[in-house]
């Protein structure tokens, strides 16, 4: 029987066989002062901390120098790649659209990773460069000494993305001693500059253009869900300025921030990470209409003072993306920011979840928004303005240009699929789904068939309207703020601590922080000496704080450490993740597991 396959309500969107820069930087015949469709005289990106500008035309011309001057430097080729390990600044978009225009591929870091994190990344994907913020100097200095690299050999990899920005205009700071005699981006745009892009023309558009720590992001990949979303996301245009707060090394943040802003002619006020003090200056200081958020977010925007401190009145659309979110906290700050509207409209808040029994006529919207994967680059589907108040709770319909399936044999070969209304583990194709996972072959063929499906994880129902909801989810990673958290990498680290024989790893729902936590079971060495509950918690407290010197901040043991007696396995081995939800909620019985009260517990 042939597979029952489902198609977008909206027409097919053009794809595009180029390079991303080509696509977003292109001058309109006749007009060269007209960048990517827009005046080139128009704002880009502003440097939230001190208004330091960047115009559509300077960007495209500082990148087209940044990737003059690492080719000329550095000897840079076409499909080598380098490292960016930044918080979000004015020169992230110079270095990832310059390093794209030099066709260099760029791996995505965290600003969060430790050495020995880094060092993965920068082994696994092949890069020769690490483009690292001022105060990721030291870390990046520890990652090539832990690979063998002398001094001078490290010193020879690093560039300093300068906290300063006399480069574009902006104030001038002095550099940090650990970053003294390195090269700086600054320094590479003085040397020249290329006379054109690189092309990635036809076939050559599926050469891979980003990467993080797993996933191989192609050109066309990212010109297709710019597309796709454009006639579907939210407006926004030249008269919308939005806040860069999310971090630009996440999909969600570099495609959503960096690159469909641009497409769309909205300029983006940067800010290094989220404060809630300077969050809510920036919204005065820029007027800024749009942010991109995480519930965290929320839940800070739903009690900080710093709200009825500053003019609000701008703020009109946040979407909150990465991980689900309750509709009573998105309710409860959109009825705030309503009130500091001064009847200048309605708020919106496109977010995660939602509940059945919101008013469907107020002017406070909550509503789920939409769905995505890294591996998806990252949108496949939104929830349109005007099927929200009908279908609260969906994760919307799919976008154009993709297919999906709903299987119910998620582990076969997807050969039996759902009943309309039936739950089924949703499958996608088409040009936003990535090329495969990072050196990893055999991933790569679990998760994509050899037709092109994307198998997600996700179980989710479609109704009689083409909307999706997603009901459970079969993968294994853990969403933690939006960043991804594999199980199996915590139980690799904790299975080196000396006293820990067996060990999984958990994501247990925390409603206080809106957010995933990861919690580990885990079976001591020696049982003999856990017999009381008293050293079972100094353990589980000993194992909490080693393992914050292992790994970045947002892989900490935030939703517990529980010894037990043995892990729940499979007859072949398997870790049975169900059975430690299904524990962990007993254990749990209603209680947050960020409260710092629960302990360790048979």
Request: with cysteine.
């Amino acid at each position: 029987m042939a597979p029952t396959i489902y198609t977008s309500p909206y027409p097919p969107r053009p794809l595009y066989n180029h390079s991303v820069f080509t696509h977003l930087f292109f001058s309109q015949p006749g007009d060269p002062d007209n960048v990517g469709g827009y005046p080139g005289s128009a704002p880009a990106f502003i440097d939230a901390p001190t208004g330091t500008s960047l115009s559509r035309a300077q960007l495209k011309q500082f990148a087209l120098s940044f990737g003059y001057g690492v080719r000329k430097t550095f000897s840079a080729k076409r499909g080598d790649t380098i490292l960016v390990y930044s918080q979000n600044s004015l020169t992230w978009p110079v270095v990832t659209f310059g390093a794209v225009a030099a066709g260099l591929r760029c791996t995505l870091a965290n600003s969060a990773y430790n050495a020995r994190e880094l060092a993965f990344q920068y082994t696994d994907s092949g890069a020769n460069l690490i483009f690292a913020s001022e105060e990721g100097v030291p870390t990046a200095r520890e990652t090539l000494k832990s690979l063998g690299l002398s001094t001078d050999d490290s010193n020879k990899r690093i560039v300093v993305m300068s906290s300063g920005l006399a480069w574009a205009g902006g104030p001038s700071l002095p550099i940090i001693p650990d970053s003294q005699g390195l090269s700086t981006v600054a320094d590479l745009l003085h040397l020249g500059s290329l006379k054109e892009e690189e092309k990635f023309d036809g076939d050559l558009a599926n050469e891979t253009a980003l990467t993080d720590a797993f996933d191989q992001t192609t050109h066309k990949n990212i010109t297709s869900v710019l597309e796709s979303v454009r006639p579907v996301f939210p407006a926004i245009g030249p008269n919308d300025t939005m806040l860069g707060v999310l971090p630009f090394y996440h999909i969600y943040g570099a495609v959503k921030l960096l690159h469909f802003p641009f497409l769309c002619g909205s300029p983006v006020a940067v800010m290094a990470r989220f404060d809630p003090e300077q969050f809510c200056a920036n919204v005065e200081r820029y007027s800024a209409t749009v942010a991109l958020i995480v519930p965290p977010v929320l839940v800070v925007l739903a009690r900080h003072p710093a709200v009825d401190k500053y003019d609000m009145s701008s703020i009109h659309t946040l979407l909150s993306g990465a991980a689900p979110l309750g509709a009573a906290l998105s309710k409860q700050v959109a009825s705030r920011l309503l009130l500091k509207r001064k009847g200048k409209g309605p708020v919106y808040i496109l977010q995660g979840m939602c509940d059945e029994s919101l008013h469907r006529d107020c002017d406070v919207n909550p509503l789920r928004v939409g769905y995505g994967l890294t591996e998806t680059s990252p949108t496949t589907h939104i929830t349109p303005i005007e099927g929200a108040g009908s279908h609260l709770g969906s994760i919307g319909v799919l976008l154009p240009n993709l297919e999906a399936r709903l299987i119910v044999d998620g582990d076969g070969n997807g050969e039996i699929d759902a009943a309309e209304g039936q739950p089924g583990e949703i499958w996608l194709r088409g040009p936003t789904v990535m090329k495969g996972y990072l050196n990893n072959p055999t991933a790569t063929a679990d998760a994509i068939t050899p037709d092109g499906w994307f198998k997600t994880g996700d179980i989710a129902t479609r109704d009689a309207d083409g909307y999706y909801r997603v009901v459970d989810r079969r993968k294994e990673l853990i969403k933690y703020k939006g960043f991804q958290v594999p199980p199996a990498e915590l139980e690799s680290v904790l299975l080196t601590h000396p006293d820990i024989a067996d060990t999984a790893v958990i994501g247990v729902e925390s409603a206080k922080e809106a957010t995933e936590l990861p919690r580990a079971y885990v079976v001591h060495a020696c049982p003999e000496s856990m017999e009381t509950e008293t050293q079972k918690i100094a353990f589980s407290e000993n194992v909490k704080k080693w393992i914050q010197t292992k790994v970045a901040r947002h892989k900490f043991l935030r939703g517990g450490v529980v010894v037990i007696d043995a892990i729940p396995k499979s007859a072949a081995g398997k870790i049975l993740r169900r059975e430690l939800r299904d524990k962990a909620k007993e254990e749990l019985a209603g209680r947050d597991p960020s409260d710092d009260n629960i302990k360790a517990r048979l």
